[in-house]
């Protein structure tokens, strides 16, 4: 019943009160964001979602777009402003997904949405992770977020399905704000710079078992 029903209904409820209570910090930042970093003010990018099913994800951008002598975006780590930093480890760059949530796109609560290209790459086991709404928070994220491996993170996301509850939702979302009041650099780092792409990684290990396989 929650799953199903109740959970849906919060979020629509939730996500609405949070953009009409936030308005004003929302278009505060939406200024800062266009003087501080440029335009567009938000960063957009396909995502997976419930049964695998594609939404754009909105976010407030936290980097610049500087570029080297030939034109090629530099390194995120020089692009990534102290604003964009402060942005990252307070959360507030994840604002504008409360319209993804209002949508349907996403949940207040559950795994978070990775980038398209890692499809491929999970195993049956993992994939039951698109078996709900990707979510603003989760699980993985307050567990060591960006400091635990992908295999580790993507365990707790399968962990959150299989006991996806009220009690649950609301044990994340305590420990969600004691991560970004305790934590706020942990949060604002980058995961590929922590722990390398999930592709890759998934990538070169199956190279490496069809290597053996053969041996």
């Not at 949508?103 to 049956?124: A, F, Q, T």
């Not at 990684?201 to 053996?212: D, F, T, V, Y």
Request: aromatic share 8%; charged share 30%; with cysteine.
């Amino acid at each position: 019943m929650y799953k199903n029903c109740i959970k849906r209904c919060l979020d629509f409820v939730l996500s609405l009160c949070g953009i009409i209570v936030l308005s004003p910090v929302l278009l505060v930042l939406m200024v800062l964001v266009r003087t501080k970093l440029g335009s567009p003010v938000f960063f957009k990018q396909e995502r997976p979602g419930k049964n695998e099913k594609i939404f754009t994800l909105c976010k407030f951008r936290t980097m610049t777009d500087e570029r080297d002598e030939n034109g090629n975006l530099l390194p995120d780590a020089v692009r990534l402003t102290k604003f964009g930093q402060f942005l990252r480890g307070t959360s507030l760059d994840e604002l504008p997904e409360l319209f993804n949530i209002l949508k349907g796109d996403m949940s207040i609560v559950g795994p978070r949405p990775l980038l398209v290209s890692y499809l491929p790459y999970y195993s049956e086991r993992e994939r039951l992770r698109h078996s709900v709404r990707p979510g603003l928070t989760g699980l993985a994220q307050v567990s060591g977020r960006n400091f635990i491996d992908w295999d580790r993170r993507l365990e707790k996301d399968i962990e959150y399905v299989e006991n996806l509850s009220f009690r649950m939702d609301m044990k994340v979302l305590r420990m969600t704000v004691q991560t970004v009041l305790g934590h706020t650099e942990e949060v604002a780092q980058d995961t590929n710079a922590v722990e390398g792409n999930f592709a890759e990684i998934r990538k070169k290990r199956l190279e490496e078992a069809g290597k053996a396989g053969k041996n």
